[in-house]
C-alpha cells in the first residue's frame, strides 16, 4: 500500500465517519450536561426517515435536516422530561425511547423503502486550503458540505466548551450542579437546553446518513450507529475533538475492512463494528482501575497534568443523576 | 442532593389527584397514540387489530410460532428479573442469549461433525449437552459484564451493550468463518443441523415442549425464588438500597455476581433453545432481539414476576400477530415494537407522574 | 433598574444585613422559628448552635439557597427579594459552603471563572489569571492557576472559593464551618483574611461549631437553640486585652455553652452495669476521609458499659463509629473485639463477633425503604436456611412489633413508619446476644416517651452484657445514660472520663477543643 492510496482511504474514513460525528458530538453535548440520551440508537434512525421523507415530499434536502433535527429534539424532549422533571431513570426511558423510535421508522418509512431520493448536493474543494500537502486532499477535497459542516461543528464545540463562559458553564452543570446552583445558573432550564440541542444533533446525524452518506432509505437503514456512538462518546473521554479522533478510528477501521476484503476474505467487515466496543471497554477498564493514576503519579508534574488531562476519561461527574434543589 | 425519592412539589389542590388517574391517563394517552401512528400510516385502527388477533391465533401454525416466541422471551424476561431487583439494567442479556447459541452450536458441531452421517452420542444426549452448553456460554458473558461491573466499577450498561456487539462479532466472525457453509458463506446462517437435532414440536408447528417447559419453569422457579426465599429478599434489598443492605449484612457483591450469573444461565438457555429449537443453525441474530423485549416486558411489569406471564404472552402474540400486516394491509411488522414500546414509555411516565404529583 | 442598584451595593460599601422574623417550615420540623439577626458593617458574627439549631437553614435562606415561609431580609434597611442564589449574588451575598462547592475536575482559573459575571462570553484565562494572582497575592494565598481544583486542599479550594467571592464583588461572607478540616496554618491566614475584610468594612457571618474559634475571631455571637435565637453575646471584651488573644474568659465559655445546651446538666440516671471483662479495645487508630484525620490512641469498652460520645456533629463521631462496627477500615492501628483481632477483617467477621451499628439515618443507612417490617425481620434472619417460613417470619415479626410497641404491621412498609417507630424497629431487628452496639444518635427525632422507652431496651441490653458505644448531640442524653464520655472536636479525640466527673464548663471547654 502506497502513501497516495494510505490517503485515500483516510480521506474515505473521514467521509465515512461524518454523520457519527454528528451523533457523537450531540450525544457529547447532552451528556456533558449530566444527562444520558440512551435513545441514539433509535434517534438517529428516526432521523433518518423523517429527514428522507421530508425531503422527497418537500423536494428540499434542507428541510429534510430540519424535520430530522426537529424528531431528533422531540425524543430528546422525552428523555429530559422522564429524566429531569419526573427523575425517572434516564437509562430505562432512554432504552424504550431506543427500540421504540427504531419500530416506528420502519414502521412508518415503510412506503418509502428504496425509492430514489433528494440527496446533498456536490461540494467543491475548500480553494487555498486544498493545496496544503497531504492535509488538503484528507480534509480539504471531500466534496461535501456535510463533511465541511462536521469539521466547523467539532472545532466550534471544542471552543464553545473550553474557550467560552456559556461552554464552561455547561461542563460546570454536568460536574457540579448544586456548585453551579449556588453561582446563579439554571440548572434544570440549561439541561433541557443541552438535552435538546444534542437531540437534535443526533436527529440530523440520521439525515446525515439518508441524504447523503447512506442516501436512500430501507429498514433499520441505521442500525448500530446509535450505540457505537455511545461507545465512542465513552472512548472519547466526553471532549469533542477526541469523540470525533474516535468517530474518524472507527471510520479507518471501516474504510480498511473494506479494502481487507478482497485479501482476509475470512473476516467479514461486521466484525469491524465491534471494534469501537472493545475499545471502549478497555478504555474503561484501564481508566477505571486507577493503575494509570498511579503509574502517572511518579512523572513530574507539568508532563503529568498534561498527560493527564489528555486521557482524563471520567465522565461528567453527575452524569445520569437529577438535580435536586434542596 | 441527588436523592432517589422524588420530593413531592407543591402544587395546586386540583393537580392532587389518585395516583391511578396518572397511571390510566398514561395509558389511554398511549393507547391513542398508537391509534394516531395507525391512522398516519393510511390504516384503520380497528382492521390493525383485527388482523393481528387474526394472525396471532388463527392457525395452529401461528399459536406454535406464538408459543416459541413466548418459550425465549420468558427465558430472557425470568432472568432479567434478578438483574433488575438487584438494581442493575443488564442490557447485556442480548450477548448472553447470542453466545449461549455460539456455546450450543460449538457443542452441537463438535458431536456432530459436518462430514459425519450421525451424531457420536445419542441425539437426545447431544441435543441435552447442547442446552447445557449454551446455559454455561450464558453464564460466562453474564458473569463477564458481572466482573466489569462489579470489580471494574464499569457501568453495567455499557459493558453489557459492549458485549453484546462483542457476542454479535464473534457470532459472525464464526459463521463466515470456520463455521462457514459449504460453498459460500451468508449471512443467512451456518449449515443447518441434522433433523436428528432438532428439538421435537407440538405437532407440526415450531413450538418445542422443551423450550416452553423450560421457559414456564425458570419463570416459575423466579417467582418462587423472588417470593419466597431468602435469596430472593437478599436480593431485592442490594437492589433498594445497597448500603443499608451491607451493613444489615447482606454480601452486596455475593448478591450482585449471582443476579448475573442466574440472567446469564437463562439467556444462555434461551439462546440454546433458539438454536435447536427454532432456527436448527447459528444466525447472526439468533437472538430475535428477544433479550431488549424481554427488559420491556420486565420494566413494564416493574420487576415483579407474578405478572411476567401474561404481558409476554400479550408481546408474543403482538410480534406474530404483526407478521401477517405485511401480507394483508401492506403495513410493516414492526408496529408491534411500537405498540410495545409506546406502551412501556408511557408506564414508566405514569409511574412517574404519579410519584411526583400524585396525592398520597 | 433596582437590581442595578442592587448589583453596586456589594462593591466597597458597608452593608448592614437585617434578618427579621423568620421563619422556615421542613414539614413538621420548624427550622427556623421567628429568627431574627442583625449583623453590623465591617464585624464578624459568629452564629453557634447545635447541629438541627437551624443555622444552616438561616444562612441559606440570607444565601438564597432555600426559600423562606416568611420574613424580612433587610440590607441596609432596604428590603431585598432573594430568592435564589443568583439574587444573593446581586444583592452582593456570597457563602462558602462547609463541603467546597466547586467543580473538583476543573482548573484553578475555570473555577475562578466559572459564574463569574466579570468573565467576558470568549474566555480570556490569561487576564483572569492575572486577576486571580492578583486577589492571592492581597491575602498571601499561595495557589496554582493550573492545579485541578479536585487535587487541593480543603483548605485551598476555601481560599478559592473566597477569592472568587471576593472578585465577584461579594459585600456579605458567609462562612459554614470553614476550619473544619483546614491546617492550623491555614486557619491563621483565613482568619488574619477575614479580619482584614471585616476592616475593610464587608459583613461576615461566621457559622461555626467550634468556640475557641468563634472566641478567638468574632466580634459578636448569636446562640441558636431548636430553630429559635437563645441568645447575643458581645464578644469584643475578649478581644479588648490587647494582642494576647489567647486570654481566656472563661465566663463567657460557661455563658456560650449555656445557651447552647441549657441552664444545667441533667442528672445521670442510669443504673451500673458494667463488668470488669474487655470487649472492645481500640490502639492507636488512625482513621482519615476526605476532611479528617482522627487518633484515638487508647479506648476499652467493658461489658455492660454505655459510653457516650459528644462533641459537635461532623467532628469525625460518623467516621470513629463505622470503624468500629468494621465499616471503614482505619488507615491505622488495631481494633480487638472480646480479645479477637478484627482489625481491617470483613464487616462479616464484625457481625459474627456481635458487633452491630445503628445509623442515625434510619431509612438511608439502617433501614431498607421499599421492604415491610417483616421482610426485614427475614433478612436479619437470612442465611439459616433457603426457603422463608412466611409463618414462622411473620409470627416473629409480629412479636417483635408487640415487644417493641412498632405501630405498624408486619407487612408495613418501613418508610411509611413514624421516626420513632422506625428506630423501634431498628432495635427490634437486632440481634439477640450482642458484644458490641455501635449508635449513632440513638433517639433523635423521638419525642419523650419514645426516648425513654427506648433507653430502657438499651439498659436492659447492658444488663445482659452488651456494651454501647453512641453518639449524640443531645448533652443531657449523654449525661443521663453514659458510664464515661469521650469529647471529639475537630477530629481529636478526648480522653474517657467519667459522667460524674463532669460538669457544664469543663464540657463546654473539651467541646469546643481544650483538652
Known amino acids: 500500500m502506497d502513501s497516495a492510496q494510505l490517503l485515500i482511504i483516510l480521506a474515505t474514513a473521514i467521509t465515512t465517519a461524518t454523520p457519527l460525528v454528528f451523533a457523537c458530538l450531540g450525544e457529547t453535548l447532552t451528556e456533558r450536561a449530566g444527562v444520558i440520551n440512551l435513545s441514539a440508537e433509535g434517534t438517529v434512525m428516526l432521523g433518518a426517515m423523517v429527514g428522507f421523507v421530508v425531503a422527497k415530499t418537500t423536494e428540499s434536502v434542507w428541510l429534510g435536516f430540519l ?222 482501575a486507577g493503575w494509570l493514576d498511579r503509574l502517572l503519579g511518579y512523572l513530574p508534574v507539568t508532563p503529568r497534568r498534561a498527560l493527564m488531562r489528555a486521557l482524563r476519561t471520567a465522565p461528567p461527574a453527575a452524569l445520569g443523576r437529577p438535580f435536586e434543589q434542596d | 442532593m441527588n436523592s432517589t425519592i422524588p420530593s413531592q412539589t407543591t402544587l395546586p389542590w386540583l393537580w392532587r389527584l389518585p395516583a391511578l388517574v396518572y397511571r390510566s391517563g398514561a395509558l389511554i394517552i398511549s393507547l391513542l397514540l398508537i391509534g394516531l401512528i395507525v391512522l398516519l400510516s393510511g390504516a384503520s385502527p380497528i382492521e390493525v387489530i383485527g388482523r393481528m388477533l387474526v394472525g396471532a391465533v388463527s392457525t395452529p401454525d401461528q399459536i406454535g410460532r406464538v408459543v416459541a416466541t413466548l418459550s425465549t422471551l420468558l427465558l430472557c424476561a425470568a432472568g432479567l428479573v434478578y438483574t433488575f431487583n438487584a438494581g442493575l439494567y443488564n442490557l447485556g442479556v442480548e450477548g448472553q442469549v447470542t453466545f449461549g447459541a455460539i456455546a450450543t452450536t460449538f457443542v452441537l458441531r463438535l458431536l456432530y461433525p459436518e462430514e459425519a452421517t450421525a451424531s457420536l452420542l445419542p441425539p437426545p444426549l447431544t441435543i441435552a449437552l447442547g442446552i447445557l452448553a449454551g446455559a454455561l456460554g450464558g453464564v460466562l458473558w453474564g458473569l463477564l ?40 458463506a451468508s449471512l443467512s446462517g451456518t449449515q443447518p443441523f441434522d433433523e436428528s437435532l432438532w428439538l421435537g414440536t407440538f405437532g407440526q408447528t415450531e413450538a418445542t415442549p422443551v423450550g416452553l417447559g423450560l421457559g414456564l419453569l425458570a419463570l416459575l422457579i423466579t417467582i418462587v425464588v423472588m417470593r419466597n426465599t431468602y435469596f430472593g429478599l437478599r436480593l431485592r434489598a442490594v437492589g433498594k438500597n445497597q448500603y443499608a443492605a451491607h451493613v444489615l449484612g447482606v454480601p452486596a457483591r455475593q448478591q450482585l455476581l449471582s443476579a448475573f450469573f442466574i440472567c446469564g444461565l437463562f439467556a444462555g438457555l434461551a439462546g440454546a433453545i433458539q438454536v435447536v429449537g427454532v432456527f436448527h443453525r447459528l444466525i447472526p441474530n439468533i437472538s430475535s432481539n428477544l433479550g431488549f423485549l424481554g427488559l420491556l416486558v420486565v420494566m413494564l411489569v416493574n420487576f415483579d414476576p407474578l405478572w411476567v406471564l401474561p404481558v409476554a404472552l400479550f408481546f408474543s402474540a403482538l410480534n406474530i400477530g404483526s407478521l401477517q400486516l405485511p401480507l394483508s394491509l401492506g403495513l410493516e411488522s414492526s408496529l408491534a415494537g411500537v405498540i410495545q414500546g409506546l406502551l412501556v414509555l408511557f408506564a414508566l411516565l405514569g409511574r412517574g407522574l404519579a410519584q411526583r404529583y400524585a396525592a398520597s | ?71 424580612v431580609i433587610l440590607l441596609d434597611g432596604r428590603p431585598a427579594h432573594i430568592r435564589s442564589p443568583a439574587d444573593a449574588l446581586r444583592y452582593g451575598i456570597g457563602m462558602l459552603h462547609q463541603d467546597p462547592l466547586d467543580f473538583p475536575p476543573l482548573t484553578v482559573v475555570e473555577n475562578f471563572m466559572a459564574g463569574s459575571p466579570s468573565t467576558p462570553p470568549i474566555l480570556n484565562p490569561r487576564a483572569a489569571e492575572r486577576e486571580f494572582r492578583r486577589w492571592c497575592a492581597r491575602f498571601n ?128 440516671t442510669k443504673p451500673p452495669t458494667r463488668r470488669d471483662e474487655v470487649v472492645l479495645s481500640i490502639e492507636g487508630l488512625v482513621l482519615r476521609s476526605d476532611r479528617l484525620e482522627i487518633r484515638v490512641d487508647q479506648l476499652s469498652l467493658h461489658r455492660g458499659e454505655v459510653v457516650g460520645i459528644a462533641g459537635l456533629e461532623g467532628s469525625g463521631q460518623q467516621l470513629f463509629l463505622t470503624a468500629c ?87 408495613t412498609y418501613v418508610e411509611r413508619l413514624s421516626g420513632g417507630n422506625q428506630q423501634r424497629t431498628q432495635l427490634a431487628l437486632l440481634p439477640a446476644p450482642l458484644s458490641v452496639l455501635v449508635m449513632e444518635h440513638p433517639t433523635r427525632g423521638l419525642d419523650i416517651e419514645s426516648t425513654l422507652w427506648v433507653w430502657q431496651q438499651l439498659i436492659a441490653r447492658c444488663q445482659q452484657g452488651t456494651a454501647i458505644l453512641f453518639a449524640s448531640s443531645d448533652l443531657d442524653e449523654i449525661v443521663q445514660y453514659s458510664d464515661r464520655v469521650i469529647v471529639f472536636s475537630g477530629g481529636r479525640v478526648s480522653p474517657a472520663i467519667p459522667v460524674a466527673e463532669l460538669d457544664v464548663e469543663l464540657l463546654g471547654q473539651m467541646i469546643g477543643g481544650r483538652f
Open chain 2, 145 to 184: 459484564a458481572g466482573a466489569l461491573h462489579v470489580y471494574g466499577r464499569i457501568s453495567e450498561i455499557f459493558a453489557g451493550l459492549g458485549l453484546n456487539f462483542a457476542a454479535t462479532g464473534v457470532a459472525i466472525y464464526l459463521i463466515f468463518g470456520p463455521w462457514k457453509r459449504p460453498g459460500v
Open chain 3, 1 to 71: 433598574m433596582g437590581l442595578f442598584a442592587c448589583a453596586t451595593a456589594g462593591f466597597g460599601l458597608r452593608v448592614k444585613v437585617e434578618l427579621q422574623h423568620i421563619h422556615k417550615r421542613f414539614g413538621p420540623v420548624h427550622a427556623n422559628d421567628d429568627v431574627s439577626l442583625t449583623v453590623e458593617a465591617g464585624t464578624i458574627h459568629g452564629l453557634l448552635g447545635e447541629n438541627g439549631a437551624g443555622k444552616s437553614t438561616l444562612v441559606k435562606i440570607l444565601s438564597g439557597f432555600i426559600t423562606r415561609d416568611s420574613g
Open chain 1, 67 to 288: 424535520g430530522a433535527a426537529a424528531v431528533g429534539m422531540l425524543v430528546a424532549l422525552i428523555v429530559a422530561y422522564g429524566a429531569i422533571t419526573l427523575r425517572q431513570s434516564q437509562i430505562a426511558i432512554g432504552f424504550v425511547l431506543a427500540l421504540l423510535c427504531s419500530d416506528l421508522s420502519s414502521y412508518l418509512g415503510n412506503p418509502y423503502v428504496r425509492i430514489p431520493g433528494p440527496t446533498v448536493p456536490p461540494a467543491f474543494p475548500i480553494p487555498i486550503l486544498e493545496a496544503i500537502p497531504v492535509l488538503g486532499p484528507l480534509f480539504f477535497r471531500q466534496g461535501d458540505v456535510l463533511v465541511y459542516a462536521s469539521y466547523v461543528l467539532i472545532i466550534g464545540m471544542w471552543f464553545y466548551f473550553y474557550r467560552t463562559r456559556a461552554g464552561l458553564t455547561l461542563r460546570a452543570i454536568g460536574e457540579q450542579p448544586a456548585a453551579a446552583f449556588v453561582r446563579g445558573h439554571n440548572v434544570v432550564a440549561l439541561r433541557y437546553l443541552y438535552t435538546l440541542i444534542g437531540g437534535a444533533m443526533i436527529g440530523i446525524a440520521g439525515a446525515a446518513f439518508s441524504l447523503d452518506f447512506k442516501a436512500g432509505w430501507s429498514h433499520r437503514h441505521t442500525a448500530g450507529y446509535g450505540w457505537i456512538a455511545l461507545a465512542i462518546v465513552i472512548f472519547g473521554g466526553w471532549n469533542p475533538l477526541r469523540v470525533a479522533l474516535g468517530a474518524y478510528l472507527f471510520g479507518i477501521l471501516q474504510s480498511l475492512a473494506s479494502v481487507a476484503q478482497s485479501s482476509i476474505q475470512d473476516v467479514p467487515t461486521q466484525v469491524f463494528t465491534v471494534a469501537p466496543f472493545i475499545l471502549m471497554i478497555l478504555v474503561l477498564v484501564l481508566t477505571s
Open chain 3, 325 to 411: 462496627a468494621g465499616l471503614e477500615p482505619p488507615a491505622a492501628g488495631s481494633i480487638h473485639i472480646a480479645g479477637h483481632n478484627l482489625t481491617h477483617r470483613p464487616y462479616a467477621d464484625f457481625l459474627r463477633a456481635g458487633v452491630c451499628y445503628v445509623p442515625a439515618d434510619r431509612l438511608r443507612e439502617g433501614l431498607i425503604a421499599g421492604l415491610t417490617i417483616q421482610e426485614h425481620v427475614a433478612l436479619r434472619a437470612s442465611g439459616r436456611h433457603f426457603f422463608i417460613d412466611r409463618a414462622e417470619v411473620r409470627a416473629e415479626a409480629e412479636r417483635a412489633i408487640a415487644a417493641f410497641n412498632i405501630r405498624g404491621r408486619p407487612d
Open chain 3, 141 to 268: 494565598f499561595d495557589i496554582d492557576p493550573h492545579a485541578q481544583v479536585g487535587d487541593l486542599t480543603v483548605g485551598e479550594r476555601q481560599q478559592l472559593e473566597i477569592v472568587r467571592l471576593l472578585a465577584n464583588g461579594v459585600g456579605t461572607l458567609i462562612l459554614d464551618e470553614p476550619t473544619t478540616g483546614i491546617s492550623a496554618s491555614q486557619k491563621t491566614l483565613l482568619f488574619q483574611t477575614l479580619r482584614r475584610l471585616a476592616d475593610e468594612g464587608k459583613s461576615i457571618i461566621f457559622v461555626s461549631h467550634k468556640l475557641e474559634d468563634v472566641e478567638a475571631l468574632c466580634d459578636r455571637v448569636t446562640v441558636m437553640r431548636r430553630g429559635q435565637v437563645a441568645g447575643e453575646l458581645d464578644l469584643r471584651p475578649l478581644h479588648a486585652g490587647a494582642q494576647q488573644a489567647s486570654s481566656h474568659h472563661p465566663e463567657i465559655a460557661a455563658r456560650i455553652v449555656e445557651l447552647m445546651f441549657g441552664r444545667a446538666l441533667a442528672m445521670p
